[in-house]
């Protein structure tokens, strides 16, 4: 599991969140509701979901989200880091899970299986009860600049 990069080869939205987390410096719109002092605390919890999942290929049900077209979120409190499979060479089938349940107006789906190579990409507030449609293009364009990264190196 690594870090989706942009299209300048260098940014990468998960890893500088993981970071402004790890030193209480993430600039967080609703900051009221996340205390500076709690970001660390915040960041462990993200930590060990994706540790988690990394070891053993399956995730709590409050701890993940399908969001669209093969992207997924990990999700600790107000954060929300979006993932991807890929073969690593640049190649992406996405994978959208079987619905299991319906709770609360939403659909719940089961983690499929996923290829080899998983991304962390595009990470964001959680502002509303919905991922924003911002926040879903920016999922899909963060997937995309790191797959064509993968395919140039």
């Known amino acids: 599991m690594t870090c989706a990069v942009r299209a300048d080869g260098t940014t990468s939205p998960a890893s500088d969140l993981l970071d402004d987390l790890s030193e209480g410096m993430w600039d967080d719109p ?3 509701s996340l ?16 540790e988690y999942f990394a070891n053993h ?3 709590g049900r409050d701890s993940y989200n399908r969001l669209r077209d093969g992207i997924w979120e990990f999700k600790a409190s ?5 993932f991807y499979d890929t073969d690593g060479i640049g190649g992406y089938d996405p994978k959208h899970g079987e619905r299991v349940s319906t709770w609360d107006q939403r659909y719940i789906y089961e983690l499929p299986e ?3 190579f ?11 009860q919905k991922t ?4 879903l293009a920016s999922c899909a364009t963060v997937r995309e600049e790191d797959l064509e990264h993968d395919i140039c190196n």
Do not use: C, M, W
């Not at 924003?132 to 926040?135: I, K, N, Q, V």
């Open 78 to 82: 107000g954060v929300r880091i979006s």
């Open 35 to 50: 205390p500076d002092e709690y970001q660390p605390t915040l960041r462990r919890r993200l930590i060990a979901n994706i």
């Open 30 to 32: 609703e900051a009221e």
């Open 118 to 128: 998983i991304r962390l990409g595009h990470a964001f507030p959680k502002t509303s």
């Open 57 to 59: 290929g399956e995730l």
């Open 132 to 135: 924003t449609e911002a926040d």
């Open 114 to 116: 996923f290829d080899e």
